[in-house]
Structure formats: structure tokens, C-alpha cells
């Protein structure tokens, strides 16, 4: 018997058991309850690198982050949990039992949850991207509640409570046996829920959430045990996270760079959910790319989403797999208007709003101080209304931007100067969208980066994100060298930062136009003294961020050197040969 249930998957019965220790009269062994031929998922495993875990003695205490992942326009606020993606998973080719022991739940103590992923969630840019799973847990006021997600909405497709009355010791079964799961709790059969095929690929990936709720002070429960089983005589296997060290090529970007005569880079953003599951795109990562960017892991409402609450473990696990692999690290962003987690956006009282800012920058750059080669300390300053370049107040960002509504043009120089402070080391950059061209919102900005020079502002660089959207977002490559000059005479590096050409699928010689886009902004950097990196918004369709999320699940792009099946473009090859030219 197979995974999953349905038309055209392999079929499976799952028993999960999650014993939740010490109440009154709950001690029953329940379903799948144990046996002599568990594997132990805690002991000789590593889930110290799992956001929200502590791990002592094999017991893991879980906290609540409350992450969540807010829209562009600060609406919304999508649930982020964490999953363990550097610490053990599961393969089966058929029925297996996963038992869970925990402490601390019920009695109001906020719902306290095990998440089983079938396949882990994509978070394209700031939105989430659900994915087949199970979610299972003890509710606030005591009851059971199991949630199933099929991979076809962001909500669950099934959301189902059962009477229980769980407190202290719990023991919860959740049996999935062809297309249904079946609840118990100490024994008692307490209903069926439908299984759309949630593990269908074999695998299973672990989470673990604490619910915050209305207090912030909430300690979350004790994971004390967790283990697998193989049931009916089908095969399982615990699987350990993979090496983050990647062998290395002679053909590739990267080692293009490294001859190019003076300290150069060819980089590329990441993001941590693929890097330890997708294989492929792990080696092309390591391979292919000198410098990474942190796609998401470093903003605030990925590492700091409580007040006073950070988690540094999802960016640790990018700055861990650069390492490993000699790659520098342009660290992205410390300062930006979006991407902020509600509690940063709720206090309008300036010199708190500052104080905010300040506590954020030392905290964060004075954690990765000496990891990293680059921070993007200010991202996106410029306004995007055209008016506001003419009208006195210098096309800077306003009622968009909490930092400017609280201090104005200064908090630029003081989030550049706190930056410093933290890592004094590390090359500090502004970085913006749509300057590569010219205009008024190019002449804003170089007048703000003169300002900032003649203040004594410690910035070092100017980051061109040179996204492409539409056709009218391509800019002559002079154009782009004129402005890389301009910052020179300013004693400012500039670089490539984001760069990424969607095509549209009946737009002619569209791969073509990407390719020559593409490579001729890594030429003008390459001629150019100043210019130090290039890099793209992602390398592959498969996980790209232009990829359209109007519809679920979201369809690919075609807007990087790799294709969503990870095969090279003629991009890819254009760029190679850009290196060879120049």
C-alpha cells in the first residue's frame, strides 16, 4: 500500500499519535501507539536550527513566533510557521506511525500544534504558498482539531473540531487509511476526516507552532517525544538534512567571476525552503553563484515578528550554506517600508519609531557582524508618485514609509551610521527599482546620494534592482553605465541587485530580448571599475517570484536564466559568454 489516496496516487495508512503528558486519568496507550521498532526522531536529530525551538536534553520547548507574512500595502497577514528544515524527515513507500509526546497544552494555554507537510510550503517573495499538509493539535479550551491543506488554496480544505476535553496527558491518533483520516484520542475513535492525498510523494516534513493569542507572555509546550514507525511491513526511513557543501565547477558563473582580474560577483537571491529540499536547485545554487542574497529571511517579519522576539535561525541556515560553499553574502535589508511585521507599524510616537529603527539595526547587524560582506541597510527610499519629484519634498518615500513619517530624510543617515557601528566591516548600500534608466526618479536619487556623501554618511554602494517587468522596463545598457559613472565621481560602487526580464508568452524573440537584457547590464558591470556584483532575483522559474499568485497554485514565469524544470536558458549562456568577451 502507497502514500496518499485518491485517483492515480498510491494508497497508505498513517497513524499519528500525539501524547500530550500529565492530566488527570489520560494515560491510555491509544492508536499506533508505540512499538519496538520506532525510529526516535528527537535523539542524534537536529532541531536546535528550527525558528521557535529550543532544544535541551531532547526536549524541545516550543515558543510562539506569530509570524506572518503581510501584503505589499501592509494588508493581510498570512500565517508563517516554521518548519525543520535541517533537521530529520521521513521517506515511505507505504503506512507508517509518527508518535508525539507533549506537555503544557490545553487549560487555556493556547493551541499547541503538530505540522506534517507533504510537500513544504514556497514563499514567493512575501507570499506564502501552501502546500499538501496535515495540521493537528490541542486547542485553547481543550479540543482536537486536525486541518488539512490539499495544495489548492491558501485555506484549509478541511478544517474539522472534535469533543475531547484535552488537558495535561493526550493522547491523539490520526489514522489516514486509503482517502481518510481517522481521529482518536486515548483510544476513543472521535471522527474521520477526508485525506485529498497529503502525502502522496512520500515524504513528510515536521513543524511545530505555538499559538501567542492574547498573551504575549505565553511559554508554548514541551515536545518529549517523537517518532516513526513502519506499518504492515512497508518501508520508512528517517532522512537527515542534506550537506549544505556543493561540488564545484570550472564551467560555471562563479568561476567565470573569480578570473575576471578584480574582486567580482555573481550572485543570486535564495530562499531557504528549496535550498535543504530541492536537491537540484541546491546544487546550482552552490555551484553556479559567488554571493547569495537572503530572499526573505533577513526582513522583519521574518526574523523579528514579536516585539522583542527575534529569530535569527532561517538566515542563520542561509549565512551556514554560503559558507560552505565560499560565498559572500549581501545581506538584505535592514530599512525598508515593507515587510514589516503589524507591532512596527502600530506606534506613532517618533522618537519611539526611531528608538525601533536603532534597536532593530544593532540587533540584527550586530548578529551576523563579520558574515556578511553587504547589507542593503535602506531599501526603496524613493516615492513612487512622479509629482513628488517636482514638488519640494526631494521624491523621497512619505505617508508610506513609518521611518520617514518619524524622522524625515534623516533616518536614512542614521540607519547607514547605526549600520556602521554594528559591522564596521561590512560595505553598506541603498538599493532601489527603476533608476537604471533615466528621469526624474534616477535625479532624485543621485541628488539624495550626494547629500548623504557631503553629510559624511557611511554609504558605500547603490544597489540597481533593474527588474524588468514589462517591455517598457528595458533600459539601454549606456543609459545604465552613464549612472554607474555618475556614482563613481561620487566615490560610490554601484552593482547589479535584482535583476530579473519577464517575457510574455506571445512576445517574440522573448528569450532572446532576456538574454541580451541580461547580459549586457553584467557587461557594463564588468567594464565598469565601480560596478562590484551582479545579480539576479532568483535563478530559476520554479520558485520565482514574478511567478503569477492570482491562481492557485501559482503559475511560473519566464523571467530567469533557469526554467521552472531547472534547465538552462540561453540567458544563462549569453552570460557565460559575456565573461569570456569582456
Known amino acids: 500500500m502507497g502514500l496518499g489516496g485518491g485517483t492515480g496516487r498510491r494508497l497508505t495508512s498513517v497513524v499519528l499519535v500525539m501524547a500530550v503528558a500529565v492530566a488527570a486519568g489520560c494515560t491510555g496507550q491509544g492508536e499506533g501507539a508505540g512499538g519496538g521498532n520506532d525510529k526516535d526522531l528527537l535523539r542524534d536529530h537536529d532541531w536546535s536550527q528550527m525558528a521557535g525551538i529550543t532544544a535541551r536534553n531532547d526536549v524541545l520547548r516550543v515558543s510562539a513566533l506569530d509570524r506572518r507574512i503581510v501584503e505589499q500595502d501592509s494588508s493581510g497577514g498570512r500565517p508563517n510557521p516554521p518548519l ?55 486547542t485553547a479550551d481543550g479540543q482536537v482539531r486536525v486541518q488539512i491543506w490539499d495544495g489548492e488554496d491558501d485555506e484549509p480544505a478541511t478544517s474539522e473540531e472534535f469533543d475531547c476535553g484535552c488537558s495535561g496527558t493526550v493522547t491523539l491518533a490520526v489514522s489516514s487509511i486509503g482517502d481518510t483520516f481517522r481521529v482518536a484520542a486515548d483510544g476513543r475513535r472521535l471522527g474521520t476526516v477526508r485525506d485529498p492525498g497529503v502525502f502522496a510523494e512520500g515524504t513528510v516534513w515536521f513543524g511545530l507552532e505555538a499559538d501567542a493569542g492574547e498573551d504575549e507572555h505565553r511559554e508554548g509546550w514541551r515536545l518529549t517525544q517523537l517518532s516513526a514507525r513502519a506499518e504492515s511491513g512497508d518501508s520508512l526511513s528517517v532522512v537527515k538534512a542534506p550537506k549544505l557543501r556543493q561540488e564545484q565547477s570550472d564551467d560555471s558563473l562563479r568561476a567565470r567571476a573569480a578570473d575576471v582580474g578584480r574582486p567580482f560577483d555573481v550572485g543570486t537571491a535564495l530562499a531557504e525552503n528549496p535550498l535543504l529540499t530541492d536537491s537540484r536547485y541546491r546544487a546550482l545554487a552552490g555551484s553556479q553563484f559567488s554571493m547569495l542574497t537572503p530572499e526573505n529571511a533577513f526582513k522583519p517579519q521574518f526574523l523579528h515578528p514579536r516585539q522583542g522576539v527575534y529569530d535569527f535561525r532561517d538566515a542563520d541556515l542561509l549565512v551556514r550554506f554560503a559558507r560552505a560553499n565560499d560565498m559572500k553574502v549581501h545581506a538584505h535589508t535592514l530599512v525598508w517600508h515593507e515587510a514589516l511585521p503589524r507591532w512596527m507599524r502600530e506606534n506613532d510616537d517618533p522618537d519611539e519609531v526611531r528608538r525601533t529603527m536603532l534597536r532593530h539595526i544593532a540587533m540584527v547587524a550586530g548578529h551576523f557582524k563579520g558574515q556578511v560582506a553587504e547589507w542593503d541597510v535602506v531599501n526603496e527610499p524613493m516615492s513612487d508618485d512622479g509629482t513628488s ?61 550626494e547629500r548623504l556623501k557631503e553629510r559624511g554618511v557611511p554609504i558605500d554602494g547603490v544597489g540597481f534592482q533593474n527588474h524588468e517587468y514589462e ?19 561620487l566615490g560610490v560602487q554601484a552593482r547589479v541587485s535584482e535583476m530579473d526580464v519577464p517575457i510574455g508568452e506571445d512576445e517574440e524573440d522573448g528569450r532572446q530580448t532576456q538574454a541580451d537584457e541580461m547580459a549586457g547590464k553584467l557587461r557594463v558591470c564588468l567594464e565598469e571599475p565601480n560596478c562590484t556584483s551582479f545579480s539576479t532575483w532568483g535563478f530559476t522559474d520554479r520558485y520565482g517570484s514574478t511567478a503569477d499568485t492570482q491562481t492557485y497554485p501559482p503559475r511560473t514565469a519566464d523571467s530567469l536564466p533557469w526554467d521552472a524544470a531547472l534547465r538552462s536558458k540561453p540567458a544563462y549562456e549569453r552570460l557565460l559568454e559575456t565573461f569570456d568577451e569582456v
Open 84 to 138: 525543520n528544515l535541517a533537521g530529520p524527515h521521513l521517506r515511505s513507500d507505504g503506512d507508517f506511525t509518527v508518535t508525539a509526546r507533549m506537555s503544557g497544552v490545553g487549560d487555556d494555554a493556547g493551541g499547541s500544534w503538530l505540522r506534517l507537510y507533504g510537500r513544504v510550503p514556497v514563499i514567493y517573495d512575501e507570499w506564502r504558498q501552501e502546500r499538501p499538509s496535515l495540521r493537528a493539535g490541542v
Open 471 to 489: 517591455p517598457g522596463d528595458r533600459t539601454d545598457p549606456e543609459t545604465f553605465r552613464d549612472h554607474v559613472r555618475d556614482l563613481g565621481e
Open 389 to 449: 519629484y517636482t514638488n519640494g519634498d526631494l521624491g523621497l518615500r512619505s505617508e508610506q514609509s513609518p521611518w520617514f513619517q518619524a524622522m524625515g530624510e534623516e533616518y536614512i543617515d542614521e540607519a547607514f551610521r547605526a549600520a556602521h557601528r554594528a559591522d564596521p566591516k561590512a560595505r553598506l548600500f541603498l538599493n532601489e527599482y527603476g533608476v537604471e534608466e533615466e528621469g526624474e526618479r534616477w535625479d532624485a536619487l543621485y541628488d539624495l546620494v
